[in-house]
C-alpha cells in the first residue's frame, strides 16, 4: 500500500513539504490574478481621459523600468537569444501586441466581467492549438471540454441576441493573438529566461503603441493620470512577478486552476468601481469556461500522471 502524502505544515528551518509549496504556488498565482485584473480596472477607469495609445505608451514606460531593474538584478537583462528563439520570440511578440490592443480595445467598451470571463476560455483555445500546431496528444475528454467551453463562450457573447455587444468580438480576437503567444512561448528553448521574455514583450508593445500615436488624438496629460498609470504599471509587475513565483513552487496541475480566482476579483470590481452587475446567461456561460478550463487542466494532470507511471514502469 502507497505511503499517505504528508500533508503536515513543515516545521520552523525545516524543508517545505508538498503541500506548503502547492500551498504558496496557490496564493502566488491568486495575487498575481488580482494583480492583473486590479491593473485591467485601472486602464479602464482612466480610458475616458485618455486614448487607447496614450495608455499603453506611458504605462508601459514604467513597466520597462521595473522589469528591467528585476531583469538586471537576475541577470537576465544582456541575454542574447539564438536565431531560432528570436524568431519565436517576434511571433511571440506580434502575439501580444494583438491581444493586448483587442483586449483592450473590448475592456474600454464593455462590462469588466464579460471581457474578463471571454478571455477565460484561453487555457482551452491553447489546448487546441498545441493539438493541431504542435502535435501534442489530447484525447477525447479534452476535445469535449473544449468544445462545450466554447459554447459557453457564444452564451456571454450572445451574438445576433439582445444584450450583444459587438465588442466582445473584440475579446474573442485577443483569445486568438494571446493563443499564438502562448503557443510560441511553450516552442522556446528552455534556457531563455523568463524575465527576458517579459521585457521584450513590454517594450515591444510600447513601441508599437509609441509609433501609433501621431495616428491618434493626443489628449491633455496630467498629474494624476501619471498617478493612474503608474500604479496601473505596478499592478501588472505584480501580475508577471508573482505569475512566475507561481511557477516555481508546487505542482502546476494544482496550481494553474487557482488562474480562475481573477473571475471573483472581475465580478467584485465591475460590481463596486463600475456598477457592472453580471446579468444571469453571463454568470452562466462564465461557469461553462471556468469549470471546463478547470477539468482540462486536471485531465493534463491525468495524463501526465499517467506518462510518468508508464516511465517508472518500463524502467
Given amino acids: 500500500m502507497a505511503a499517505e502524502p504528508n500533508t503536515r505544515t513543515a516545521a520552523p528551518g525545516a524543508e517545505p513539504t508538498a503541500a506548503d509549496e502547492n500551498f504558496r504556488g496557490a496564493l502566488f498565482m491568486a495575487i498575481s490574478m488580482a494583480g492583473f485584473v486590479c491593473n485591467d480596472a485601472t486602464m479602464k477607469w482612466i480610458s475616458g481621459e485618455l486614448n487607447l495609445f496614450q495608455i499603453v505608451f506611458l504605462r508601459g ?82 476535445y ?36 499564438i503567444r502562448d503557443l ?62 507561481a511557477m516555481r513552487h508546487g505542482e502546476i496541475g494544482f496550481i494553474s486552476p487557482f488562474r480562475y480566482t481573477i473571475m471573483v476579483w472581475a465580478i467584485l470590481l465591475g460590481l463596486i468601481v ?3 452587475v453580471p446579468d444571469l446567461w453571463t454568470l452562466i456561460g462564465t461557469g461553462i469556461v471556468v469549470g471546463m478550463g478547470i477539468y482540462t487542466f486536471y485531465r493534463e494532470r491525468v495524463r501526465h500522471a499517467g506518462i510518468l507511471s508508464r516511465v517508472a514502469r518500463r524502467r
Avoid at 147 to 169: C, K, S, T
Wanted: a positive charge.
Fill in 184 to 245: 510560441s512561448t511553450r516552442s522556446l528553448s528552455r534556457g531563455v529566461p523568463s524575465m527576458f521574455v517579459t521585457l521584450t514583450t513590454a517594450v515591444g508593445v510600447t513601441v508599437t503603441s509609441g509609433l501609433c500615436l501621431p495616428f491618434a488624438e493626443w489628449k491633455p496629460v496630467e498629474a494624476g493620470h501619471f498617478l493612474f498609470l503608474g500604479g496601473a504599471a505596478v499592478l501588472v509587475f505584480i501580475g508577471y512577478l508573482f505569475g512566475i513565483m
Fill in 61 to 142: 514606460l514604467c513597466t520597462i523600468v521595473m522589469i528591467g531593474a528585476l531583469a538586471y538584478w537576475r541577470g537576465d537583462l544582456f541575454y542574447r537569444p539564438d536565431r531560432r528563439d528570436a524568431r519565436i520570440l517576434t511571433l511571440r511578440l506580434f502575439g501580444e501586441v494583438g491581444g493586448t490592443f483587442c483586449f483592450l480595445t473590448a475592456l474600454f467598451n464593455m462590462p469588466l466581467a464579460n471581457a474578463s470571463a471571454i478571455l477565460q476560455s484561453l487555457p482551452l483555445v491553447v489546448t487546441l492549438g498545441a493539438a493541431l500546431f504542435l502535435g501534442e496528444k489530447v484525447g477525447w475528454r479534452r
Fill in 144 to 179: 469535449t471540454a473544449i468544445f462545450i467551453g466554447f459554447l459557453g463562450v457564444l452564451i456571454i457573447v450572445r451574438p445576433g441576441m439582445e444584450g450583444f455587444n459587438a465588442f466582445a468580438l473584440w475579446a474573442v480576437a485577443a483569445v486568438f493573438f494571446v493563443t
Fill in 274 to 276: 463600475f456598477g457592472e
